[in-house]
């Protein structure tokens, strides 16, 4: 018999689960190391009306954090994703290659039954927060630093404040945190979905390998 993509998921989650996943508009914000990585573990688990977001474009240095390759380098980050994407699953995302402002915002975020916020600095998260909490759209936040990652919905959130120690993309972040912190995100995200009451607020040390939920 022949096996689908989404053989195994449908063996774990059920094919009425995977039908439900098509069937939900998650908004993502940002396409670096999150974002990127979150969309294809998405889209590889089902979800088809995902909307990206990100204006910047594929650098060197983002190669070994996202999903972007060498050849892409230069690229909008949106159009590299999109592709990738495409590639993979054959699932076409939605894309926005813009800036999100407060001009814009709530345009942008329009329609989405969960936003995903995934950016990389303080001005941004915030005007995700609080637009969301006053549209009242769920919303789930995944940060990253160093040795340390965060998956946390907006009722709990508190907006960080910028380091003054410089720019983000220069911390040190190991491959395996952004896995372990996408992962995180998705099963959220999943059980978000499947109408599961409980959110649940994770954390992740990959110095001690780990996870806690409060």
Known sequence: MAKNKFHHEEILRGKDAIARFGQVRVVICGAGAI?????????RQGFKLICLID?????EHNI???TYEEADIGALKVNACQT???RTVGVEIEIVSKKLEAKNVKKLLKDADLV???FDNTEARRLVAEHCKQ???PCLHAGLHAEYAEVVW???????QEDPEGDVCDYPLARNLILIAVAMATEEIVNFVLG???RRNLSFTLKDLKIGAY
């Open 55 to 59: 204006m910047d474009r594929v650098d």
């Open 35 to 43: 974002g990127s990585n979150l969309v294809d573990n998405l889209a």
């Open 135 to 137: 549209e009242k759209i």
């Open 154 to 160: 907006n009722e709990s959130y508190t907006v960080p």
């Open 64 to 66: 070994n954090t996202q």
């Open 196 to 198: 599961k009451k409980e």
């Open 116 to 118: 995903v916020d995934g």
């Open 84 to 86: 990738h994407v495409y």
